[in-house]
């Protein structure tokens, strides 16, 4: 949906496209890693320092003036590109 309106608009320039709200990073990857069926793969360590990027938030301001919202959530969304990969 988001590049149909994207399209519709001729909008130029970078959108993100997310859900609005905020995850760890380590939650994301753990989510992905399960969904995948490789939770294996996923070595999560301490981190020594304090890191200002422990956690990612789409800012979707640009996609809501063009009317769009977010209607598919992040592990339906992961489900749906994993499927799409396998094929």
């Known amino acids: 949906a988001a590049l149909l309106i994207l399209a519709g608009a001729r909008a130029e320039g970078a959108f993100n496209v997310g859900t609005g709200c905020g995850i760890t990073v380590e939650t994301f990857a753990k989510t992905l890693a399960a969904l ?48 799409a990969r396998r094929g």
């Open 36 to 83: 995948a069926g490789r939770p294996d793969l996923l070595a999560v360590e301490p981190c020594s320092v304090a890191d200002s990027l422990d956690h990612v938030v789409a800012d979707v301001g640009r996609l809501k003036t063009l009317g769009w919202s977010p209607e598919v959530s992040l592990v339906a969304g992961l489900r749906g590109l994993l499927g």
